[in-house]
């Protein structure tokens, strides 16, 4: 499975951006999706996940309520749409892929078997 994530750009804080992800290949349901990010200096930290089966999501606390993750398995895509932004939310962000496991490891950047290039969001203050 091959990633390709877009729609990084520069935005004022209070601003809303929409990330998207196109997978090469149709997987349905049987792989969940991720978003994580890396800001500057920092090591990359998850931010959203959505089951594959159940189409459950999960959020970082930092980005509950402002940011959500949804997919649509008919044109292999997942997106992040991200509200509120703020200054701490620049990073370069990547989308991620694995098959379905444990939930308590969701977090876990090393249970995912595929990673888009990144795309970076830069938010100004």
């Known amino acids: 499975v091959q990633l390709q994530a877009s729609g990084g750009g520069l935005v004022q804080a209070g601003g809303s951006l929409r990330l998207s992800c196109a997978g090469s290949?149709?997987?349905?349901?049987?792989?969940?999706m991720g978003w994580f990010r890396q800001g500057p200096g920092k090591e990359r930290e998850f931010v959203a996940h959505?089951?594959?089966?159940?189409?459950?999501?999960h959020y970082a606390d930092s980005v509950k309520g402002r940011f959500t993750i949804s997919r649509d398995n008919a044109k292999n895509t997942v997106n992040l749409q991200m509200d509120s932004l703020k200054p701490e939310d620049t990073a370069i962000y990547y989308c991620?892929?694995?098959?379905?496991?444990?939930?308590?490891?969701?977090?876990?950047?090393?249970?995912?078997?595929?990673w888009g290039q990144g795309t970076l969001v830069t938010v100004s203050s």
């Open positions: 959505v089951r594959g089966n159940t189409g459950t999501t």
């Open positions: 290949e149709r997987t349905g349901g049987r792989i969940d």
């Open positions: 991620a892929a694995r098959r379905p496991g444990i939930l308590s490891t969701i977090r876990d950047v090393g249970t995912y078997n595929y």
